[in-house]
């Protein structure tokens, strides 16, 4: 269905089709400033990797409060825990190299992405919410790819730019189709 089917969610797309809008935009650049300084791992390399996931506890807080009239806020709060708990995890695992970065980051692709899917699922009805559907299934299946490609010969973070930019692609698709269901209302 592309359609906005309720008031609730009539108020909801806007605010959403914005919010997908600037996460793809922070998802090109945070992924361009990895790519850039990523050549060894030193404190900038391990802020940008912690400021991921903080950005979408911010993302997931703004989302939640918009999403409080359609009752679909509680996978968000799952998500603000689970990203809260991986920027903690990161910050531990960047002293200890590349391989624990990304068993850490692995493991939040995987939860994160199931609770992707869920709210996305949740969400259908609005319009637009395939590509998140489709992006929380790839962050399961790159989780997994990252938390093994950690016990690879010279594992690099570069890797987890790519995931950042095809969710950012997730991202500004899902906002066009949001808007292209707003005006089929």
């Known amino acids: 269905m592309t359609t906005v089917d309720s008031p609730a969610a009539g108020g909801i797309a ?3 089709r914005r919010l ?3 996460r793809f935009a922070f998802a090109i650049v945070w992924a361009a400033l990895l790519v850039v300084t990523m050549s060894r791992l030193g404190p900038l390399g391990i802020a940008l990797v912690v ?3 903080l950005f979408d506890v911010a993302a997931a807080v703004v989302d939640a409060r918009s999403s409080r009239a359609t009752g679909s806020a509680l996978g968000l709060y799952v998500n603000i825990a689970v990203s809260l708990l991986a920027a903690v995890g ?7 190299g590349v391989p624990a970065i990304l068993r850490v980051w692995g493991v939040w692709a995987v939860v994160s992405g199931i609770v992707q899917l869920i709210v996305g699922v949740g969400r259908r009805k609005m319009g637009g919410q395939w590509p ?6 790839i962050s399961v299946l790159a989780g997994g790819s990252f938390f093994l490609g950690a016990a690879a010969p010279n594992p690099m973070l570069t890797n987890i730019a790519g995931y950042a930019v095809l969710g950012g692609v997730f991202f500004l698709v899902s906002a066009l189709r949001l808007g292209r269901a707003a005006k089929g209302n």
């Open 51 to 53: 400021l991921y996931p």
């Open 20 to 22: 997908y809008f600037v």
């Open 132 to 137: 998140m559907i489709l992006s929380g299934g």
């Open 90 to 96: 990161l910050a531990i695992a960047g002293a200890s």
């Open 14 to 16: 806007p605010a959403l």
